[in-house]
């Protein structure tokens, strides 16, 4: 079974901090992937990043950046010099197979609900 | 065009009502989901169609009827709710369903059973 867990429900920031929201993740399978959306309070989920589980190079999105460490199965996102913007609910999610067959099943941590104050 | 469209944003039914949600996108996409959100929780998924067909059921009751009529049309049709059925409702779409696929989210639909 594949488990993913964002151990902080909630952080509150100042703008301009900068601010790391954690993601550790559980499975047994060598193939995987793992991804970052953000939920702005208007409803939809926003892709932000895909990494696939033989790819551990750090990567940098202007202010955003992600660290993805295999030996600690954590993929862990930062939000450099935060916005009032970034204000949103972020999820992390583990993708695999489906046991038994070809589809794949993305599971969702429980999200983190990042509050930046002006 | 990077657009899911969802309508109604918000609806407001009782138990005996039958409604639809109705989700729209123009990307060629040829995968669609309809997930299911409760407040504060994360999303969970409901339904796959893959290339208009359903390929993923995740042991929704049947008082959920989702309908794939084209490739870039998928439907949510409602009968006989329970008002723990209110959550926010949210579809997707991908360009096909592979482990590496990112998705694209509407705004969903707002559902509250009174």
């Known amino acids: 079974a594949q488990k993913v867990t964002q151990a902080q429900t909630e952080i509150s920031v100042v703008e301009k901090e900068d601010v790391t929201l954690d993601c550790v993740y559980e499975t047994r399978d060598t193939t995987y992937y793992l991804f970052w959306y953000k939920q702005p309070p208007s409803g939809e989920l926003v892709f932000l990043i895909r990494?696939?589980?033989?790819?551990?190079q750090n990567e940098i999105s202007g202010r955003y950046s992600w660290n993805f460490q295999k030996s600690t199965s954590s993929f862990n996102f930062t939000i450099t010099a935060s916005q009032v913007v970034d204000s949103a609910v972020y999820f992390c999610?583990?993708?695999?197979?489906?046991?038994?067959?070809?589809?794949?099943?993305?599971?969702f941590g429980k999200g983190t609900l990042l509050t930046v104050n002006p | 065009d990077t657009e899911v469209t969802q309508t109604p944003k918000h609806l407001v039914m009782g138990m005996t009502n039958k409604k639809s949600l109705k989700c729209e996108q123009h990307m060629g996409h040829r995968a669609m989901y309809w997930y299911k959100q409760k407040a504060k929780k994360p999303p969970e998924l409901m339904f796959v169609y893959s290339y208009e067909k359903l390929s993923i059921n995740e042991s929704v009751p049947s008082r959920f009827s989702p309908e794939c009529p084209n490739s870039s049309l998928l439907n949510l049709h409602l009968h006989a709710l329970q008002p723990e059925d209110s959550a926010l409702y949210l579809c997707a779409s991908s360009s096909r369903t592979g482990m590496n696929t990112e998705a694209f989210f509407g705004q969903g639909t707002r559902l509250t059973v009174v």
């Open positions: 999610a583990l993708s695999e197979a489906r046991s038994g067959g070809s589809n794949y099943k993305l599971t």
């Open positions: 990494r696939n589980s033989f790819d551990e």
